[in-house]
């Protein structure tokens, strides 16, 4: 054993304390008889004479935590009483209302996911591998970034189609397979001669599901925003579709976007496993169509009656050819046409193919006889007849 003497003496810390600061941090004024009593209570001691400014204390040694002015004034709030310090007036705040395109992207991706599909968020900037995957454009030049910190992904691009699709490739590799995806969100293209370049909104989805089935599902977004509009489609032959499989969607008669099936060639770059189809809109398109005012319609009196109609047609005739002269020539009585099925095959010439037409009539006066209806049905099969060169199966 060592004897190293008896220990230091212990030196008190002081801390001064001018009153001024009092109600300059807590806000309310607090005498300056009531500040000695609070930290004389608690075993602090006044160490110097005071004037109407400071006074300096004492911390006694089982209050390591008093160290700062602050601390002193910390402990007068807390025994003074927090209830007593008055609150800060509210910061005013002005809540903006949604925009018109806020409301409609929110129903679309209400709609799109009502029908199955996931909302992704991908990035900007793709690699030149899959810049080349679909280009519903290909006359437009991609635009790149030098400086880009991702050197492989230095491509803007002008299409959501090869971002969802690698977001599809990776939910396939953790093993969620057939997962169907959209985004709604900017591209970015080269400015033509003349013009300057743009950033539109497009509204994208990526499915396993067939052709027919996502052209549906645009129809009933179409339906839900612009009830009166008519979303339709003309053949297209675009680099990645298959071979009739392609289609420019028109509203109203104004280009919107693109719809069709990839093909494998197209989707090998990413290796899904499954055949992928998709759908490319306009939203500014889509959105000047949008009827923000609906006008009520009496649920109707009296039933409609359907017919069917089975055409054979050429190949190249669309279900939207034959819809339009349908609707144009059925008459006052017209309620609905709706799409009843297609074949090929047998009992039918190889460059021929069947469309089953549904065919709804209704009158808000009386119950139809089939008089009426039969006249307008031979009205329909003699302008198919005549415009497409139909015949009844």
Known sequence: MIWAGEPAPDKPTTVPIRFAQVPRILGIDVPPADVFAILEQLGLSQITDSDDTTATFAVPGWRRDLSREIDLIEEVARIWGYDRIPEDNRVPLTLSQPTHRDLVCGTLRDLLCAAGFHEAMTLSFI?????????????????????????????????????????????????????????????????????EGSEPTRVTAVTGRSFGELKGICEAMVTHLAPHARLSAEPLELPGFVDGRGARLLLDGTPCGWLGELTREATDPVDLRDAVTIVELDLATVEAAVETTRRFEELPRFPAIERDLNFVLDEHVSWDDLESIVRDNAGPLLDSVSFGGQYRGQQIPADKKSYVVTIGYRSDERTLTNEEIEEAQARVVASCETGLGASLR
């Open 127 to 195: 690699t030149p591998e899959l810049f080349g995957l679909f280009r519903p454009e290909p006359d437009r030049s991609p635009l790149s970034v030098e400086h880009s910190s991702r050197r492989q992904e230095n491509l803007l691009r002008q299409s959501l189609v090869p971002s969802l699709l690698q977001s599809r490739r990776e939910n396939e590799r953790h093993g969620t397979f057939g997962v169907d995806l959209f985004e709604i969100a900017n591209v970015y293209l080269e400015a033509h001669p003349g013009a």
